[in-house]
């Protein structure tokens, strides 16, 4: 496979994209804070994530199937920490203390 500049350019915007999610991640895990992510958001986001996944398979193209390869894991990841970590007494009406 032959590297052409669009597709250069594709791998540096997929590792800044990809790169983004390590210090969340990161930060998750070591603090096992979840309460301010939101599950809807990540669910969407990884489903999203692996269509483009898909999509990029499809297509033959390295960096978008590369590119959201990795983010799937590390999106992924935060979904699982927010699952396994998420407390069940901040369930509720929504509103926050005053």
């Known amino acids: 496979m032959q590297m052409d500049y669009p597709e250069l350019i594709g791998l540096a915007a997929g590792c800044c994209t990809t790169a983004a999610f390590f210090p969340q991640v990161l930060h998750t895990w070591r603090t096992r804070s979840v309460a301010d992510l ?7 986001f990884t489903l999203g994530v692996l269509l483009w996944l898909v999509y990029g398979i499809h297509i033959g193209s390295l960096a978008v199937a590369l590119a959201n390869g990795v983010t799937l894991v590390l999106a992924a990841s935060i979904l699982v920490m927010k699952l396994a970590y998420d407390d069940p007494s901040r369930k509720g009406n929504g509103r926050r203390p005053k």
Do not use: D, P
């Open 38 to 44: 939101s599950l809807r958001m990540y669910l969407l």
